[in-house]
């Protein structure tokens, strides 16, 4: 048998013998034979892919996909992504982000084994908010909370250190999501919110407050802006000069403002007879002082202005000082803490009168005032914002009687007048006050209502009768008269 084999294969052609052998040999895996051509097998590396931010912050929780092949990884918290057993290949590495939008990046992979790649996004900067604030409302400037909040896509919610309050009145106000600033300077405040992430970008908010001098647990707030316009059931009351001529007051206007500390009450009237038609434009303006609690009258100015067709204007200017100033009310807070006070002072009055024919005449006169105040009961007044707790106080000044009805954070809610000995003139029997909340304090809004003035009529004072013509005397009385009536 061997002899056989032998010989055949001295028969055949060395060729023929090396392409068997070659052929054998690479059936049984010894050796490996690829053309130009070919499209085998592609080496397989591990690649390490970073991510970090324009800072150098690593971003972690970035998702990670490839184009070709599909792979998907995570990133760690060192921003970290391992892809293992990939060809090598040129790749489009996509990253995407909760809150951004998708990053591709063109990546080479070549044939070292193992090879680090670093990506680069961009950061964002955190978002941050301001909570229970109300644009252009005044505030009391007493202990008063701002909330907000700051997150980052990178960082989460931005911890206490990593947001600041500021004013562009007081400057820094403190740190945190929730901070109470004790005082804040009366004004118009624009208050800045900042939040810093990890990677110091910032942003900020901003809001527009007015800030008032005065408590919003006060019973006689004074706040800076704030308006009060009242409502009357009977508009008409009636007068009857000297001369005997019957006048019918018909009450266009009126509210009270507060203007830096100064409080301003504004009437206006129509004031007709058959002989005439007239209109009364009646301001009377108090400066006041808040002090330790206290409320006082420093100044008074007052103005009258007559205007009849074809006449020209009539003008008061009375201009009154007091020496010293006098308290108005004592302890805002709790008045009902001492239930009567009296003080006297000097009232020191500047009288200017313009005429259209006679010109302008002034006289000044001085005299001494005695005010008594008498704090009565808490009583439960009901309104249409609901009932109310209010302290009542009686102001006497000689035979003016004066009462108010006071409510916290809102101040006079129903009052009371009479003038001259006669029976009361004017009486709020209802209420239609508006109020806001500001973290649970009531305070009163920059608008609001109160109700009805009653006038009884006609009104006969014991002060006299007043001439029809609109003589210094006579618009001395008005001046008497209409005072009563403010709402102050």
């Not at 892919?49 to 990133?75: L, M, N």
């Amino acid at each position: 048998m061997e002899s056989a084999i032998y010989f055949w294969c001295k028969r055949m052609n060395n060729f023929k013998v090396i392409y068997l052998v070659c052929l054998l040999a690479f059936s049984t895996g010894f050796i490996s034979c690829e053309s130009k051509n070919s499209t085998g097998p592609k080496d397989i590396v591990t690649v390490n892919v970073f991510v970090e931010d324009d800072t150098g912050k690593p971003i972690s929780g970035a998702h990670i996909t490839t184009s070709p092949g599909e792979y998907e990884v995570v990133t760690d918290l060192e921003g970290k992504a391992v892809f293992g057993n990939i060809p090598v290949d040129k790749y489009m590495f996509y990253i995407t982000r909760t809150g951004y939008d998708m990053i591709s990046h063109a990546v080479k992979i070549d044939n070292n084994d193992l090879q680090d790649i670093i990506l680069v996004v961009d950061s964002h900067p955190p978002v941050v908010k301001i909570f229970f604030l109300q644009p252009d409302k005044f505030i009391s400037r007493y202990n008063y909370r701002f909330t907000g909040e700051g997150t980052d896509s990178e960082d989460g919610i931005l911890p206490d250190s990593s947001l600041v309050w500021y004013s562009n009145i007081d400057g820094e106000l403190g740190n945190g999501k929730d901070i109470l600033v004790e005082l804040l300077t009366p004004g118009n405040h624009t208050i800045t919110f900042e939040g810093v992430d990890s990677s110091q970008k910032k942003n900020t908010t901003t809001i527009n407050i007015s800030v008032g001098d005065y408590y919003s647990n006060s019973f006689f707030p004074n706040p800076d802006g704030a308006e009060w316009q009242y409502q009357h059931e009977d508009e008409i009351f009636n007068t009857v000069s000297e001369e005997g001529v019957s006048e019918a007051w018909e009450l266009s206007r009126i509210n009270v403002i507060v203007e830096d500390n100064t409080r301003i009450s504004r009437m206006d009237y129509k004031v007709r007879s058959s002989k005439y038609i007239k209109e009364y434009h009646y301001t009377i303006s108090d400066e006041l002082e808040m002090e330790d609690g206290n409320v006082y009258v420093k100044k008074t100015t007052e103005k009258l202005q007559v205007i009849q067709e074809g006449w020209g204007d009539d003008t008061v200017n009375i201009e009154t000082t007091y020496d010293p100033r006098y308290i108005l009310l004592k302890n805002e807070i709790n008045p009902g803490d001492e239930n009567y006070y009296s003080n006297t002072v000097r009232a020191n009055v500047k009288w200017v009168y313009n005429d259209p024919i006679h010109g302008q005449l002034e006289f000044p006169e001085s005299f001494n005032v005695t005010t008594e105040i008498n704090i009565g009961d808490m009583v439960t007044i009901n309104t249409d914002i609901g009932k109310l707790d209010c302290i009542q106080v009686t102001i006497t000044e000689g035979a003016s009687v004066r009462k108010w009805w006071l409510a916290s954070g809102i101040g006079i809610i129903m009052l009371q007048h009479n003038a001259f000995d006669s029976p009361p003139l004017a009486s709020i029997n209802k209420t239609n006050l508006s109020n806001s909340n500001v973290t649970g304090a009531k305070i009163a809004s920059s608008t609001k209502s109160a109700a009805g003035y009653a006038f009884y009529e006609p009104l006969q004072s014991n002060a006299g009768s007043m001439s029809a013509g609109d003589s210094p005397e006579r618009l001395k009385k008005i001046c008497e008269m209409l005072r009563m009536l403010a709402p102050r």
